[in-house]
């Protein structure tokens, strides 16, 4: 028996590759299938099951496009109702792979359609739970998801989730392993651990939510508080995770439509694209095209991507690296971008090379926004998360988190110069182009973000813990 997980950690995502016997069983692939197929092949084995444990809302998976190119099939848990033919188990129904077996465990409350698939070894013994959204390391999947296609609420949602923890996942013998389908930055949950695999009985020690002696009113209460609002992008892939989509070998060949800088401008005016710059920040501070948004590919670029850009739908113009582009058109692809109409063929040096207009950031090193804090009192605003600003920040910042930075373009001055950062720069820059592309220039991008501010000696609040923060 092999077990691998294949963890994307921009997506903070782990798929899993099981094989025994000569035959594999696939869970919760991501939308680029191929290096799966080329796996099985290297290993001389047959893909036989596709296992989905949910209908997943951050990413799109992988599994229409497997089956179709296997002819293995989806293997959904109760109450799936996909548009595309699958096997919809039962609860407890048991699928054999080589020598061991696999076990449908219902567990809904993230979703009512959400399953954990025990793995029991050539001995019958349980050997691992591969939990979706299920069961994180140090946390549950969010309850709020499901809310209008289950047509309960929230703390319902929680109940049902309480419940299947207690009776299905509990029950199992501690030194049985637990495979969950996110980790540490997904919008999935709320405190994930960094760790990626774990056992169960570790996990009843350390994971606030398996405590034995809590109440489902308890439980109802810690997993719905502090939720925050789940990124726009997240119903519609859904929606094509449940309904299917196009081969992402289509996607790539339309997005890797090469365009002359004429033709990129031609195309922006015509269609209304977005255009997505992907560079590093530095070179989008130095010089890019005006109107263009910023979303580094070196970075949580897609989670990024479906958090601001919101409708999967937006027609996309990159400006990349043209070693990159196919990188850049997967990765929007992997949660449901699937409309990149085209590159800038040399990149922006093309761009500049052509003669066209360009502009720039300004940006400066934190020693010398510290210079100017002890000569001025300028604006100051901070576009990390709630919980980064809330914990620690420099003294008289205001808080303008990013992903609802539409929400305060009112607040920004007008008349005078003022100052942004994030924790390292990477999402400062993503707030500057936006601002820009709102056609607020009177900005300076602190260079190094919070990180670099705190060296400097700037002042800033006490820290106080995010976990005494509720």
């Not at 365009?259 to 005016?269: I, R, S």
């Not at 950062?421 to 900005?443: D, T």
């Not at 602190?446 to 106080?464: C, D, L, P």
Request: charged letters at 25%; hydrophobic letters at 35%; proline letters at 5%.
């Amino acid at each position: 028996m092999k077990i691998e997980q294949i963890y994307t950690g921009c997506l903070a995502q782990g798929a899993y590759y099981i094989e025994s016997n000569g035959e594999v069983a696939i869970i919760d692939p991501l939308r680029e299938v191929q290096p799966y197929i080329d796996r099985a092949k290297k290993d001389g084995a047959t893909i036989k099951y596709i296992f989905e444990t949910h209908f997943h809302a951050d990413f799109v998976s992988g599994h229409v496009t497997l089956s179709q190119k296997t002819g293995a099939p989806i293997v959904y848990g109760p109450n799936a109702n996909p548009d595309f033919e699958a096997i919809i188990a039962q609860d407890n129904q048991e699928f054999s792979l080589g020598e061991i077996t696999f076990v449908v465990l219902h567990t809904p409350g993230h979703t009512m359609e959400s399953t954990t698939f025990l793995l029991r070894d050539k001995n019958g013994k349980d050997h691992a739970i591969f939990t979706g959204d299920t069961l994180f390391l140090g946390d549950v999947g969010r309850p709020d998801l499901a809310q209008k296609a289950a047509n309960m609420t929230q703390e319902e949602l929680a109940g049902t989730l309480y419940e299947s923890l207690r009776n299905k996942i509990m029950p199992l013998a501690d030194d049985v392993i637990v495979y969950p389908a996110h980790g540490a930055g997904s919008a999935c949950g709320k405190n994930m651990m960094k760790e990626t695999v774990d056992s169960l009985g570790n996990q009843k020690a350390v994971n606030y939510a398996l405590r034995s002696d809590m109440t489902k009113e308890e439980f109802i209460k810690e997993v719905t508080d502090g939720l925050l609002p789940p990124p726009a992008y997240f119903p519609l892939n859904v929606k094509m995770n449940k309904e299917g989509y196009k081969n992402i070998e289509e996607v790539i060949a339309q997005g890797e439509t090469s365009l002359t800088p004429d033709e990129f401008e031609a195309a922006a005016n015509e269609t209304g694209a977005l255009m997505l710059d992907v560079r590093h920040q530095s070179e989008f501070a130095v010089g890019h095209i005006p109107g263009s948004i910023f979303i580094g590919l070196d970075g949580s670029f897609a989670p990024w991507v479906g958090d601001l850009v919101k409708d999967v739908h937006q027609p996309i113009l990159l400006i990349a690296d043209e070693e990159r582009i196919e990188e850049a058109i997967t990765r929007l692809s992997r949660v449901g971008f699937d409309n990149t109409i085209g590159y800038l063929k040399g990149s922006f040096a093309a761009w500049k090379k052509a003669s066209k207009e360009y502009d720039t950031v300004s940006s400066i090193p934190a020693s010398q926004f510290k210079a100017k804090l002890e000569n001025d009192k300028p604006k100051i605003f901070d576009v990390r998360k709630p919980g980064e600003y809330q914990s620690e920040h420099v003294i008289d910042a205001q808080h303008t988190p990013l992903s609802e930075l539409n929400n305060y373009l009112s607040v920004f001055p007008d008349d005078k110069t003022f100052y942004i950062h994030c924790a390292g720069g990477y999402r400062s820059m993503i707030a500057a182009s936006i601002l820009k592309s709102r056609g607020i220039h009177n900005l300076i991008d602190i260079q190094g973000g919070y990180k670099a501010i705190k060296e400097a000696g700037v002042s800033t609040t006490n820290y106080v813990c995010p976990s005494t923060l509720k």
